[in-house]
């Protein structure tokens, strides 16, 4: 309870993967990616059948992608709180993402906005969220966290923070959350060829989305990328 009424009391004071040319039949992601959404209730703990009649929850909802190496991220992340009778809604767009395995952190801006018996109040948002797959749908394994920094409470529309162009580190000591209903999936995909001389002895195979060399010269040539 105390995370969250810290933040109210606070305000009033981001493709589908591509199909490579030639590649086998067996589909391997082309790009990085984070998408899902998960419900973690504070109260009621476990969450109701329908969480939004919970007092105190926290939404993520994720549609995140870049390349396997990092570029060109896009997407968006939307954050939903409710403290009690008080709402914060967090609609954001994708800066930066950076893949490990199974865990994602995701750099956003957009605008976060304060639903109180006062009326509304929005405020621009910047920085970072961490999202774990650790298991499948309602496991409880899946976390995400975030840490994000508010701008000044000025009057509509709230100039826009930058957001993080560096993934690479989360900061310590944030709360997680849990994926008490819902599924957050990360995909890390295998970095693809940028030289012809990666697909030659036998190099094409590491990739596993070539049929042959040829195919994998010709991704290399024709300069295609997910």
């Known amino acids: 309870m105390r995370r969250r009424m810290v933040g109210v009391a606070a305000a009033v004071g981001c493709a589908t993967a591509l199909v490579l040319p030639g590649v086998s039949g067996a589909q391997v992601p082309t790009q990085d990616s984070v998408v899902g959404a998960a419900v973690d209730c504070q109260y009621p703990d476990p969450c109701p059948p329908d969480p939004a009649t919970a007092d105190l929850l926290t939404r993520l909802t994720a549609d995140v992608r870049s ?51 006062v009326g509304t109040i929005s405020v621009s948002v910047a920085g970072l969220i961490r999202v774990t797959d650790g298991g499948g749908p309602d496991s409880g394994l899946d976390t995400f966290e975030f840490a994000l920094e508010q701008g000044p409470l000025v009057p509509p529309p709230p100039p826009p923070l930058p957001g993080p162009t560096d993934c690479s580190a ?32 036998s190099g094409w195979k590491i990739y596993g989305v070539f049929k042959n060399q040829g195919s994998c010269v010709s991704f290399v040539a024709t300069h295609r990328r997910p």
């Open 67 to 117: 390349s396997p190496t990092g570029e060109h991220p896009g997407g968006t992340v939307t954050l939903g709180e409710r403290v009690g009778g008080a709402g914060i809604h967090s609609e954001t767009q994708v800066t930066c993402l950076s893949v490990a395995d199974h865990v994602a952190i995701i750099g956003v801006t957009g605008t976060r906005t304060f639903t109180l018996i």
């Open 170 to 201: 989360f900061p310590a000591g944030v709360p997680p959350f849990h994926n008490e209903q819902g599924d957050l999936v990360v995909t890390d995909a295998p970095a693809l060829p940028i030289s012809t001389e990666q697909c030659k002895k």
